[in-house]
Nanobody, 116 residues
């Protein structure tokens, strides 16, 4: 059974930093795609950042220059480092993984709250 466990969320003041982690377990094939999405109250889920197995990354314009996504394939873990946090970054952050066989998995989400 595949599980994605996110951690690192919490309450932080504006201008602060957080590092989110998402560890996948039970995946029997290699992971091609790992991404972080977020959903604020009343809004649609949106891509924050993603990284593929060849190391290619993509960042949303809203976090460009403030966020870095990395992955550790030995641990099947993806990280999202966010600096200069703003109140508008407040959301539930979800991890998404796609294996090379095309299976999609989502984590349960971790709350990030940025106070002004």
């Amino acid at each position: 059974q595949v599980q994605l466990v996110e951690s690192g969320g919490g309450l932080v003041q504006a201008g602060g930093s957080l590092r989110l982690s998402c560890a996948a377990s039970g995946v029997i094939s290699s992971i091609y795609y790992m991404g972080w999405y977020r959903q604020a109250p009343g809004k649609q889920r949106e891509l924050v950042a993603d990284i593929t197995s060849d190391g290619s990354t993509k960042l949303a314009d809203s976090v460009a220059g403030r966020a870095t996504i990395t992955r550790d394939d030995a641990k099947d873990t993806v990280y999202l480092q966010m600096n200069g946090l703003k109140p508008e970054d407040t959301a539930v952050y979800y991890c998404n993984v796609i294996t090379i066989l095309g299976y999609h998995y989502w984590g349960q989400g971790t709350q990030v709250t940025v106070s002004s």
